[in-house]
């Protein structure tokens, strides 16, 4: 189960991560992306599989992980989830993965008349995805070193 898991993860954070780079050639990232059609379709590519990874990993992958080392009950809220994981060194903070779940949510709502937000928005998913690939390589990690 987790091996399915895990496969789906990397689509995401491939197809993520190669439309990331295609913003990271841009320079810049200002209001005129928004006149742009194909630079709209490589922001909404990363949003789009941002936002399946982050699903994926905080409703999935986290829990089966925990359940594979017989650590998850079924009434764990994600808070306790984050903190059993933070124990095991897979996340730093679990306050962390609470905010990436914020800028997830802003993501996922469009603002037609504020542009400002939206840029804030996706050079925060930018910044984090790193982040969120960190704690998927470290389940990995943990789940082949037993």
């Known amino acids: 189960m987790i091996d399915d898991i895990f496969e789906k993860v990397e689509l995401h954070q491939k197809r993520a991560n190669a439309a990331r780079s295609e913003i990271k050639e841009w320079n810049v990232i200002d209001s005129e992306i928004f006149d742009n059609f ?12 941002f936002i399946k990874l982050q ?3 905080g409703e ?5 992980f925990l359940n594979e080392i017989g650590e998850y009950k079924d ?11 933070e124990k095991f060194d897979i996340v ?4 962390d993965w609470m905010e990436y779940r914020k800028l997830r949510n802003r993501l996922t709502h469009e603002y037609p008349n504020n542009e400002d937000e939206v840029i804030e928005g996706i050079i925060m ?10 704690i998927k ?3 990995f990690n943990y789940i082949h070193k037993k």
């Open 38 to 49: 194909e630079k709209i379709k490589t922001i909404d590519t990363f949003i789009y599989r």
């Open 55 to 57: 699903d994926l990993m």
């Open 60 to 64: 999935k992958l986290f829990k089966v």
């Open 75 to 85: 009434n764990m809220s994600l808070l306790d989830v984050l903190d059993k994981l």
């Open 92 to 95: 730093k903070e679990s306050y």
């Open 125 to 134: 998913a930018m910044n984090v995805f790193d982040e969120m690939v960190l």
């Open 137 to 139: 390589d470290n389940i």
